[in-house]
């Protein structure tokens, strides 16, 4: 196990600097100027140049790279040209509102996609199993500006339940925020909810049609009890996985929704980075995401070889 | 094509007998399908007594795990028990709730699976899984609950109770799986144990200790046994009364000795027939075929439904469905004309031929291929950061054997013995490590990219699935012309014809030509295989298990069919098996791995009587043979093959050999000892020795089959 959880750490690394390289290779070829993005059209080629200096633009590519990603890995962020701010408080913070949101979103979705793939799949092929399974892809299919205004128009502008729009305010604590929370969070969950779901009726469908769970059902035990300990340690497996691997996608891929509902999460952020052509936010928040993503796969293939025993003990 | 109702449901009379315990009578199983509704299971009825077990048997297909699930009402939610009676100890099950059936199913009613490791939940520690039972149905709390596993894996002699309970099923082996189960099973000193197939996923040495098992248990606990299986020899060695089934009725049910002694049902002559006799003698003879194929659910034939493909058929049994009625006390034949069924050695050799080869084809002569100290070892490599010093699997650990123009050489071994990577070594498609293979004395390259084309052609492979090793895209008539086209050298043209004419040699239509594999049942495909190898006209097939996965009828056709194709095409077979029966049935010599090297080699005779290697010894004592007046000698193997990466030194069957001399046995490495006629064995102890030490107690007893 610890071999295993080496190996893996060591995977990790290595996607991190090549995704870092690609990330700045892509930053780099961008069209158009820093310096003139930020001094305006115009600033005199002087102003420009000490600018580019200031940035250490004028260096060799290679040492812009070296310099960028050893800062990041100590901490040192940067500033961002085009707010003026320091780069890692402000990337920090929007990095916490998107954890709230998805951590509200997680808790709306996987419990609620569990249940309706674990009644889908005990009622395989009849009429709930197949309600369950055209309701959850009818809403996989429908785009997040779609869902999120149909959400805002009713519970917000119709019903006046949940406010429209979730601009936080920074200093805001967990339960302030809630409120504004909701909305967004139905909205993923409408996404995301047909994976979980399918996820759990297919592996459980498969689990139920094996030899281990004829032998519960003929040592006499109670229907629950098959369920809950010969069914669902085996099926929720794969789910769980799925589920995990998730997280990642779920703080740097809310874009959109952030968007509709005027959120301060990351998402928004790299959106507004790009706007700026702020190359240094560009960078630094495309990189957090990225390990971000890496740490949530790597927590997903632990988490599998923790609880299946095939695994751990190899 | 619902039984008629007059036939009567004869039920043995048991003045003198036991106490019945579970009691079938006219049980219908119905399935709802596309279809319609399919009768699995019509007008059924069995009794099993105290302390009895009842046999049943039958081809796949036949209805028996229908029949037995049905039986304690556990069927999937399209089946339905829709007549009959079925009652435990007196009590009634059909009409009883879910929570009644609950209460019983674990308590009174054990069950031991095909396959332990699929039937144990793979994320729970066995200690755990089998303490549920008696939690659930003994209300014991978890102390006492583990005290109670504790003493029922004692009473299935399983070693290292202590730690056996902490691990997981994968961390076990099939026969220490398959004890778990019965201790589950056993727990709660059930009525009654259905134990479907238990020992058809485990290799033959851990069979045979797994039969032991249950005959002792059998005695220690009152449950009566319904024992589901399609292997005669299995039924000979532990039922007492055998009830055949076919297409989802009883054929016949017989006491054991009665049933094998003198069947009364033509299909149980057929059953007896086309399963191999144990026998060493050279002279052999055809395995009996049952043409056609069990009718479909949906097609049953009127009358009796076993009519299409018997022997003794007459107008009669085509139109009235004979009842299943006593004939003779307790033996009962659902046949009209049972009094004309002959004895078995007498209808076994008028539906048999002698198969005598051909001297001028398959003389015995000159040595065809050969293999000098043939070695595959693997790498295994350590992990990416630490880099362990390498290990090694010594699959093949220097085998030398040789093959004969014309004849068969059957390699017989436990799984994990290396000799399906023999083959592939010889073959080159697993290159050798060390060692040499000879063709006719022309020494060959290690991978077939090496060899070149005129050689390839020569040696042809038959593999144990059909379904991988056909293209499943690729037509029939495709898989045979690719080899005539691309060794064979013909044209397109000439290259359909033969491969037409091929089909015919393996007795298929030459209509299945253009059909898809997926098409053909398991037995076609196989055929199909086999005329696959043959079209590069090879001198040498290597056949690895090709009948393990099939029907014992469809084996012994395909049997019939290799021996026919040989005696007219000299080819030299190779033929790799677990199962000894069907090794001596073909072969002419034999050899006996173990671990990845030849422990004995010589005529098929001369391996199969004294003196043995003690490792042939103990594999001749665990096959089960289909015929219960042969006794064999109780000579058991206890544990598994080791694994290949930790040899054991000196002889490497030394920590398992129930003959086992002392230290020499683990310290050097034993000789090879010459016997009469090209036999070999590699043992310490002289062959005179061994002689002395077997004769005391022949593997086949004074009564030979006498077929």
């Known amino acids: ?314 | 094509m619902e039984t008629s109702s007059s036939a009567p449901t004869a039920v043995p009379s048991t003045t003198n007998a036991p106490r019945p315990v579970f009691e079938v009578e006219g049980l219908h199983v119905d399935y709802s399908t596309e279809l319609g509704s399919l009768h699995a299971v019509r007008n059924v009825s069995l009794t099993v007594h105290e302390h009895e077990s009842f046999g049943l048997v039958g081809e796949s297909g036949s209805g028996k795990s229908t029949l037995a699930m049905g039986a304690i009402r556990y069927l999937a939610q399209n089946g339905r028990v829709t007549d009959g009676s079925i009652r435990l100890n007196g009590v009634e099950l059909l009409g009883l709730s879910p929570k009644e059936l609950r209460e019983l199913w674990g308590s009174r009613i054990g069950v031991v699976y095909q396959n332990p490791l699929g039937a144990l939940n793979p994320s729970i520690v066995i200690g755990r899984q089998l303490a549920e039972v008696a939690r659930q149905h003994l209300g014991m709390d978890s102390a006492a609950a583990r005290g109670q596993v504790e003493e029922m894996l004692t009473k299935v002699a399983m070693p290292d109770i202590e730690a056996v309970m902490k691990r997981y099923p994968h961390q076990l082996s099939g026969g220490m799986l398959q004890r778990c189960v019965i201790a589950m099973a056993l727990m709660t000193n059930p009525s009654l144990l259905i134990m479907d197939e238990p020992t058809t996923a485990l290799d033959v040495t851990t069979q045979a200790v797994v039969l032991d098992l249950v005959t002792d248990l059998k005695s220690e606990f009152d449950s009566a046994i319904l024992y589901i299986t399609h292997d005669l020899g299995v039924i000979a060695r532990i039922c007492d009364r055998v009830g055949v089934m076919y297409a989802g009725e009883f054929m016949e049910q017989a006491e054991l000795l009665e049933l094998f002694r003198r069947p009364l049902h033509p299909y149980t002559l057929d059953l007896l027939g086309c399963v191999p006799r144990f026998d060493p003698r050279p002279e052999k003879r055809s395995l009996v075929t049952i043409p056609g194929a069990i009718p479909r659910l949906d097609e049953l034939p009127p009358g009796c439904i076993f009519a299409p493909r018997c022997t003794y058929v007459e107008e009669a049994c085509t139109t009235a469905q004979p009842p299943l009625a006593g004939v003779d006390g307790n033996h009962l034949s659902a046949c009209r004309r049972w009094q004309i069924v002959p004895p078995p050695a007498e209808y076994i050799r008028a539906a048999t031929e002698a198969i005598s080869p051909d001297i001028e084809v398959c003389g015995k002569g000159a040595v065809l291929l050969e293999a000098e100290q043939v070695q595959v070892h693997f790498k295994v490599r350590g992990g990416v950061i630490r880099r362990r010093e390498q290990r090694r699997i010594r699959a093949v650990d220097g085998v030398d054997l040789r093959v004969f123009e014309g004849q068969t050489l059957g390699v017989v071994g436990e799984s994990g013995s290396g000799k399906t990577t023999v083959a592939r070594a010889i073959i080159g498609l697993t290159p050798a490590t060390d060692g040499h293979v000879r063709l006719r004395g022309r020494e060959l390259e290690r991978t077939t990219g090496g060899r070149p084309r005129i050689l390839l052609r020569e040696i042809q492979m038959v593999f144990q699935n059909p379904d991988a090793s056909l293209n499943p895209t690729r037509s029939v008539g495709d898989a045979i012309v690719r080899p005539l086209t691309l060794l064979g050298g013909l044209g397109s043209k000439e290259a359909k014809q033969r491969a037409k004419a091929l089909l015919e040699a393996v007795s298929l239509p030459v209509s299945y030509f253009d059909r898809l594999p997926h098409e053909l049942s398991g037995g076609e495909k196989q055929r199909v295989a086999i005329a696959r190898a043959f079209a590069a006209e090879p001198a040498l097939i290597l056949c690895d298990e090709p009948i393990s996965s099939l029907d014992v009828a469809v084996q012994g056709s395909l049997m019939n069919l290799l021996m026919r194709l040989q005696i007219e095409k000299g080819t030299s077979y190779m033929f790799i098996s677990h199962d000894l029966s069907a090794i001596q049935h073909l072969s002419d010599a034999i050899a006996v791995v173990y671990l990845g090297r030849v422990m004995e080699i010589g005529d098929a005779v001369r391996v199969l009587t004294p003196p043995f290697h003690p490792y042939t010894e103990a594999l001749l004592s665990a096959v089960p043979l289909a015929d219960p007046d042969v006794k064999q000698k109780p000579i058991r193997l206890e544990g598994s093959v080791p694994s290949a990466m930790d040899v054991p030194a000196g002889c490497r069957f030394h920590p398992r050999c129930p003959r086992v001399l002392g230290d020499i046995c683990a310290e050097q490495e034993p000789p090879w000892r010459e016997g009469e006629g090209d036999h070999h064995v590699y043992c310490h102890i002289p062959l005179d020795e061994l002689v002395r030490v077997q004769a005391e107690t022949l593997v086949l007893g004074e009564s030979e089959g006498g077929v």
């Open chain 1, 1 to 314: 196990m610890g071999r295993f959880i080496i190996r893996r750490l060591g995977f990790m690394v290595l996607t991190v600097i090549v995704a870092s390289i690609i990330i700045f290779w892509a930053t780099t070829i961008l069209p158009g100027d820093v310096a003139s993005q930020v001094l305006g059209r115009y600033a005199t080629e002087q102003a420009k140049n000490n600018m580019r200096v200031e940035l250490g633009l004028d260096k060799p590519v290679t040492v812009q790279y070296a310099t960028w990603l050893g800062n990041f890995v100590k901490g040192d962020w940067g500033v961002s040209p085009s707010t003026a701010t320091e780069v890692l408080p402000l990337v920090l913070h929007r990095l916490s509102n998107s954890f709230m949101l998805a951590l509200v979103a997680f808790l709306m979705y996987v419990p609620l996609g569990i249940l309706l793939g674990l009644v889908a799949a005990l009622h395989k092929n009849r009429w709930a199993d197949q309600t369950i399974s055209v309701g959850s892809l009818a809403f996989i299919g429908l785009p997040e500006f779609v869902s999120g205004l149909i959400l805002i128009t009713i519970f917000a502008i119709e019903l006046r339940w949940l406010p429209a729009q979730s601009a936080i305010a920074a200093d805001a604590t967990f339960t302030e925020a809630l409120p504004y929370l909701i909305l967004p969070a139905l909205t993923v969950t409408l996404t995301n909810l047909a994976y979980v779901v399918r996820m759990t009726r297919s592996s459980t469908v498969d689990v139920l049609q094996m030899d281990y769970v004829r032998t519960a059902n003929l040592k006499g035990l109670p229907p629950r009890r098959v369920l809950f300990t010969h069914v669902m340690r085996n099926s929720l497996l794969p789910t769980i996985t799925v589920v995990a691997m998730g997280i990642g996608w779920l703080i740097g891929g809310l874009i959109v929704t952030e968007q509709v509902f005027g959120y301060p999460g990351i998402g928004r952020l790299l959106l507004f980075a790009i706007q700026r052509r702020d190359l240094a936010l560009i960078q630094t928040t495309a990189l957090v995401l990225v390990v971000i993503y890496v740490v949530a796969n790597l927590i997903a293939d632990i988490l599998y070889a923790v609880l299946n025993p095939r695994i751990r003990y190899q």
